[in-house]
């Protein structure tokens, strides 16, 4: 009787999603699976690697920033302090000295704002939050929401909003319910 091969699974394919980025000591890139999202963290020679299945995310939070407005301030202010510099020294030493960092600071501004509004994307299941530090514009967290949701619908369903309106006011009846009731008139001296 010939012995069965024993079975081999194989690894998920992955697929990169678009953006990397840092959160000053690790550099962070995502990768989709058929049933989970992949949290690479790369510093040096080590990665580390969290998973977050499909069916464990509760939400996924995108939140604007002001840190490339910030950055576009600075890079127009910049720029007048160069113009401003060009115009005091005169002659043509002066524009082509002053003309390079203004060139540079015009560049800089271009690309920020090519690059669309700064944002904050954090991903949170029952146990924990993490920051996708790779998902850090607006207009590519929008493309990569576009493709979780249905990956997300998928894995866990979808509810009728008259049923997750129901929960809601259950939830916090029986949170009301169960609240310690206040307490008055104590003084604390």
Not at 151 to 173: C, K, M, N, T
Request: charged residues 15%; positive net charge.
């Amino acid at each position: 009787m010939p012995v069965p091969a024993p079975k081999t699974q194989l690894p998920p394919a992955y697929k990169k999603l678009p953006g990397r980025g840092t959160n000053f000591l690790e550099r962070i890139t995502l990768y989709l699976a058929s049933d989970h999202l992949l949290y690479v963290a790369s510093s040096g020679f080590s990665e580390s690697y969290r998973r977050f299945y499909y069916r464990d995310i509760h939400s996924v939070s995108v939140h604007k920033t002001a840190s490339g407005l910030l950055f576009n301030v600075l890079s127009g202010t910049l720029l007048l302090l160069c113009l401003v510099g060009a115009l005091s020294t005169g002659g043509a030493a002066g524009w082509i000295g002053w003309g390079i960092p203004a060139a540079l600071c015009v560049a800089l501004l271009l690309i920020n704002i090519l690059r669309g509004p700064t944002c904050v994307c954090d991903i949170h299941t029952a146990v924990q939050s993490r920051r996708l530090y790779s998902v850090n514009r607006l207009p590519r967290a929008a493309r990569i929401l576009a493709v979780l949701r249905p990956l997300l619908l998928a894995a866990q369903g979808q509810i009728d909003p008259d049923e997750f309106r129901q929960r809601i006011d259950a939830a916090r009846q029986s949170a009301f319910a169960n609240a310690a009731p206040p307490v008055i008139g104590h003084s604390f001296r």
